[in-house]
């Protein structure tokens, strides 16, 4: 990890999380792995608040993928218990603090008791702009790819389409969320070394970290250090380093 302190001045605009640990956190303690959903929730909390006292504009979280409706069907039902326990204490904070709350992933799959909380909270906060915070919910990042070309033939069918004027920046205006930026820095709790189908398209040029510590231990300082380490990076876009340092970086 990167040593000093972190230059407010290069934060990463977008941080995309993968919470993960939960269950590993829960069982280490001779608990149910529920207990360690609910751990993790405190866990959003504290991040969701330093991430808004560090100045980062938008944060992503990962609580629930596509793949996840394949756990037992117990552990699914605890699982859509979660965002209401976090708005129930978490929505004044957020209205107060000029947080956004924003949604991600397939509507359909999930039930109407967690619609309505999340459609609470962003309505609640429709007019906040000082964090921009996106629940990953019935997410799958093939699944947002897919349904853009869904989207995109429908648009060449209606003739609303001209082939030669696809590039990235117009397929991108097809995702479920075309406003969401690139991801600059991912940081995935619990160890394991993949991205499991989270958002595919806007990770493509993203720092990834990955830590060791449990999501339900992850807090504050361990925050502060990956943007410290993210902070010791040279994004170089394909470049050499001597381009991005503004050496020119002749071919010499
Ligand atoms: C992350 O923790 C939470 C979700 C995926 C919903 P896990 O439940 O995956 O925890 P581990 O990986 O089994 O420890
Ligand atoms: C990824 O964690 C999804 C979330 C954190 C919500 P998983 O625990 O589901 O990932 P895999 O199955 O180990 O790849
Ligand atoms: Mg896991």
Known sequence: ?????????????????????????????????????????????????????????WLTLFAFSSENWNRPKLEVDEL???????FESELPDAIENGIRIRMIGNRDRLPSHVLSTLDEAIEATRGNSSMRLTFALSYGGRGEIVAAVHRLLQDYDLGKLDPDSLDED??????????????????????????????????????????????????????????????????????ISAQVRGEGGSAS
């Open 1 to 57: 990890m990167g040593e000093g302190s972190i230059r407010s001045e290069a934060i990463p605009r977008h941080i995309a999380v993968i919470m993960d640990g939960n269950g590993r956190w829960a069982e280490e303690r001779g608990l149910a792995r529920t207990d360690g959903h609910h751990a993790g929730v405190d866990t959003v909390r504290k991040i969701v608040r330093a991430a808004r006292d560090l100045g980062v504009s």
């Open 80 to 86: 859509m218990k979660l965002p209401e326990e976090f």
């Open 170 to 239: 117009r397929f991108a205006e097809y995702l479920d969320h075309p406003e969401l930026p690139d991801v600059d820095l991912l940081i995935r709790t619990g160890g394991e070394r993949r991205v499991s189908n989270f958002l595919l398209w806007q990770l493509a040029y993203a720092e990834i970290l990955v830590t060791d510590i449990m999501w339900p231990d992850f807090d504050r300082e361990d925050l502060e250090a990956a943007i410290l380490d993210y902070q010791s990076r040279e994004r170089r876009y394909g470049k």
